[in-house]
Every structure is written in structure tokens, then in C-alpha cells.
């Protein structure tokens, strides 16, 4: 027939496939989006730039509502700058999604350690060494706890284990450092403090080593 246009007739299949490629390459460049601004959240948090730092993690937050570690992130800017309750809600958003997020479950301890429920940041603390025995921040995070509790030997037995897994970590130092001043050892608490300056090197925590460089000043 003249004039008359024929068509391939189009698959279902065929054009429900080519939907699914454009939502996976949509969900692959909402992922790339989120991976790049993490960092940008990470540098502001190092530099103690916790507004800027909260900010973007919200972005990251925006692209994927299912980034848990975006959600504690916000969470460690939040507590910062003393914001706990702000903080406390995303670490416990964060464990909605999943429950055995030790990075969540050690914030969360930190934030009811500061709040003065020492039992319920130990059950945090407790729970992430059972899921992540390899993980060395619940160890010291517990050391610590039981530091401020006046328990040294036990805050000694807890840092020790911490820093056995990574000798890489400032404040397992500072710490234990801690822990040895109160128990006499001066010396030893003079080691460890030394370890602390020699590692920690972020600009956010001048105020901190001005501190310790003053002790072992006292020390000596």
C-alpha cells in the first residue's frame, strides 16, 4: 500500500531490558557520585570541619539512603561538636538497616559512654568484639571505659589486645599512656606518649599533643 509505513513490531522484553540497563547505569553513577564525596566528608571530619564534614555526608545520604557508613560518619561530626542527640539518631538509623554494623555499634557506644551509661556502651562495645574480633577500635574503646571507670588493669588488658591488632593507632597510645601515669609507671606512660606524638598528626589534634608534649615534659 502506498504510503504506508511499516514497523517492526517492538519486543516487551526487548524495551523492558533497556530499562533495566538505564537503572543500573543510573544506580552505578549514584554509587560513583556517593564514592567521590566520602572522601571530601572524611577530609572536612580530619580537619575538624565537622559542619562541612555532616554536610556532605548528607549528600552521600541523598544519592544512597543505604550507605551505613555515611550515616556514622555524620554521626562522628555530630559528636564533635556535641551535637549527641543528632548523633545518636543516625548510629541508631544506621543499626535499623543493619544490625551488625560494628562501625555504627562503636559510635553508638561512644555517644552513651559520654551520656554516662557505662553498661549500655559496654553492651555496644561487647556485641562489636563478638561480630568483629579482628576489628582493634572495640578493644580500645572498651579500655577506655573501663579507664574512666578507675578499672586500670582491666582498661591495660583491653588497650593491649587493641593495639596488638594494629600498632597503628594514636589513641591506643594516649590511652595506655593514661592508664600507666595513673598506675606509677612512669616510664612506661612516657613511651606511650612518645608513640602518640609520633603517629597522631592530624591538624584537628594540636590541642591534644600540646597537652602531652606538657606531660612528659613533667615527666622528665
Known amino acids: 500500500m502506498a504510503g504506508c509505513c511499516w514497523q ?5 522484553t526487548v524495551n523492558f531490558q533497556r530499562r533495566k ?18 572522601p571530601w566528608g572524611d577530609v572536612y571530619l580530619e580537619e575538624g570541619k565537622n559542619k562541612q564534614a555532616a554536610a556532605t555526608y548528607q549528600k552521600v545520604i541523598d544519592l544512597d539512603p543505604e550507605e551505613i557508613d555515611a550515616l556514622v560518619s555524620k554521626a562522628m561530626a555530630y ?8 548523633a545518636e539518631a543516625c548510629c541508631r538509623q544506621a543499626l535499623e538497616k543493619d544490625s551488625q554494623s560494628t562501625f555504627a555499634l562503636n559510635a553508638l557506644g561512644d555517644i552513651l559512654a559520654t551520656r554516662g551509661d557505662a553498661e549500655a556502651a559496654a553492651d555496644c562495645f561487647e556485641k562489636a ?18 579507664y ?23 589513641s591506643g597510645y594516649l590511652t595506655l599512656g593514661n592508664i600507666y601515669l ?34 612528659i615534659e613533667g615527666l622528665r
Do not use: H
Open 8 to 12: 517492526r513490531p517492538r519486543s516487551k
Open 21 to 38: 540497563n538505564r537503572c543500573r547505569a543510573a544506580l552505578k553513577l549514584i554509587r560513583m557520585r556517593s564514592i567521590c564525596l566520602s
Open 79 to 86: 559528636i564533635n561538636d556535641e551535637e549527641l542527640d543528632a
Open 129 to 146: 568484639v563478638e561480630l568483629e574480633p579482628e576489628d582493634p577500635q572495640s578493644y580500645l574503646n572498651l579500655a577506655e571505659l573501663y
Open 148 to 170: 574512666d571507670d578507675g578499672q586500670l588493669e582491666e582498661a591495660e588488658k583491653w588497650c593491649v589486645k587493641g593495639l596488638k591488632l594494629d600498632a597503628a593507632i594514636p
Open 182 to 215: 595513673d598506675l606509677d609507671r612512669n616510664q612506661d606512660a612516657v613511651e606511650n606518649y612518645e608513640q602518640f606524638l609520633r603517629l597522631e598528626t592530624s591538624p584537628a589534634a594540636k590541642q591534644i599533643r600540646d597537652e602531652v608534649s606538657a606531660v
